[in-house]
């Protein structure tokens, strides 16, 4: 008896040519100005339920794409936007006494985008920034940079963390990332600098973040 197996559908990532970066990046105008980030709130408590979805309801996100599923949630848009609104999704779940972390991957220049799923808002009037902003906590944070297709990538890794460190919230080098402290503008405003450092310098990068309070871990 003969089988007909199913006929499978493979990407093609990095196939595409004329890439600047050697990565396969070959993006149009709009594609370049996306910057995307996914991320996932990982609540240590009974009501992580009603916490999570709180502070995505809380949200402002008239200004960006945003997609929730089981595992994450995407926001794609004008830097200064997504910024503003994982920013304030993360000072909306924070809960005193309530351990908490966050995940976050931060990228532009991607091979695989495209122009589809994102609102890029013309101006940089920010939604939440003054609702959130006299709301402070302190944060450990870990991050991890990754430029794309570039042979000199390790001196700009030093510039980004030889930032942090000027501005005192480097806590220190360990294996695979960098320990970060600091109240949770301060770290936001660092994202910041790295991401609009990463745009100016690379066609590609992705830049991981992991933020944690209230931890019950004593170093």
Known sequence: MSQNPEEKHYVTYGSQQNSDCGCGCALSPESVKI????????????????????????????KIWQDTGRLSTVYRGKQIH????????????????????????????????VNADVTLAEDDVLQNEPRIKDIHFPVDCKIALYP???????EHIATVVNHAIDLGIYDRSTHYCTVLKADVHDLFSYFDYVNTYCS???????FEVTLSVNSPTKE
């Open 35 to 62: 910057t995307g980030c996914r991320f996932a709130l990982n609540i240590m408590d009974d009501r992580y339920i009603s916490i999570i979805l709180g502070a995505l309801q809380k949200t402002d996100t008239s």
């Open 82 to 113: 997504v910024e503003d609104a994982v920013k304030a999704c993360f000072v909306n779940a924070f809960t005193e006494g309530v351990h908490m972390t966050m995940e976050m991957t931060f990228s532009r220049g991607c091979p695989g985008d």
């Open 148 to 154: 794309m297709g570039i042979k000199n990538y390790m």
């Open 200 to 206: 100016e310098h690379f066609s590609h990068y992705v």
